[in-house]
């Protein structure tokens, strides 16, 4: 597609399970990044990704988050045992480089009962 | 450390008439600024954005003014339609060299008919 595309749409879970959000980026974007979205808030980065590498996982809440991008275009974002603090909706943007303009996904509603 | 924030969480406008969005932040090392617009459901999408080298960019029937004296951004609408209702984020990208975007809490702007 023409833009950055994010499954599953919504995730429910039960508490202390594992979870994986998924992330296409635009085509040819070597940079990547999530953020979290609590109601009523703006977006909290979590982790950037140039090409295949965590350039920046400063935002990461805890080790219980994880997120890769092997190939240099889809990453993943993974949550380990999760807690009823990390329903949020979970947002994924690219751009096409260092300084270039961050388009946002549709997001991932993640809800932890 | 830095902060990006908004002066009020609503406004309300009549159809047609134009609107102002202000925001303000507190690190004068900051350099580029985003405003994105989140209708419900959906991710942040990028309306315009505006470097510290000026003190307004115009886009389609938006203009953003930066005042760097007092730190200080504003996102203005002309002739506002419905579909303008949304929230507004300003958003600054991290001055110190990471690519990280910082958000505001967002102001929900409603379009009265």
């Known amino acids: 597609g023409a833009g950055v595309s994010q499954t599953p749409s919504n995730k429910v879970t039960e508490k202390g399970k594992y979870v994986e959000l998924r992330c296409d980026p635009i085509?040819?974007?070597?940079?990547l990044y999530w953020y979290r979205q609590s109601l009523g808030q703006g977006p909290e980065f979590l982790i950037y990704?140039?090409?295949?590498?965590?350039?920046?996982d400063s935002g990461l809440p805890n080790d219980r988050f994880f997120a890769v991008r092997p190939e240099g275009s889809v990453s993943t974002l993974k949550i380990q045992r999760t807690e009823r603090g990390d329903s949020a909706v979970y947002l994924c943007?690219?751009?096409?480089?260092?300084?270039?303009?961050?388009?946002f996904g549709p997001g991932t509603r993640l809800l932890v009962l | 450390g830095e902060s990006v924030g908004l002066h009020l969480p609503t406004l309300s406008v009549q159809e047609g008439d134009n609107s102002i969005i202000n925001c303000a932040y507190s690190?004068?090392?900051?350099?580029?600024f985003i405003w994105y617009k989140q209708e419900s459901g959906k991710g942040p999408q990028f309306i315009i954005d505006?470097?510290?080298?000026?003190d307004k960019r115009q886009g389609q029937r938006v203009t953003v003014l930066l005042n760097k004296t007092v730190k200080h951004l504003s996102l203005q609408i002309a002739a506002t339609q419905p579909g303008d209702s949304a929230v507004y984020f300003c958003?600054?990208?991290?001055?110190?060299?990471?690519?990280?975007?910082?958000f505001g809490t967002g102001t929900r702007l409603t379009i009265i008919p």
């Open positions: 943007a690219s751009s096409p480089g260092r300084g270039g303009t961050q388009y």
């Open positions: 085509s040819g974007h070597t940079a």
């Open positions: 990704f140039q090409g295949t590498g965590a350039a920046d």
């Open positions: 690190n004068s090392a900051s350099d580029y």
């Open positions: 505006i470097r510290s080298n000026m």
């Open positions: 958003a600054e990208i991290d001055p110190f060299g990471n690519e990280k975007l910082t």
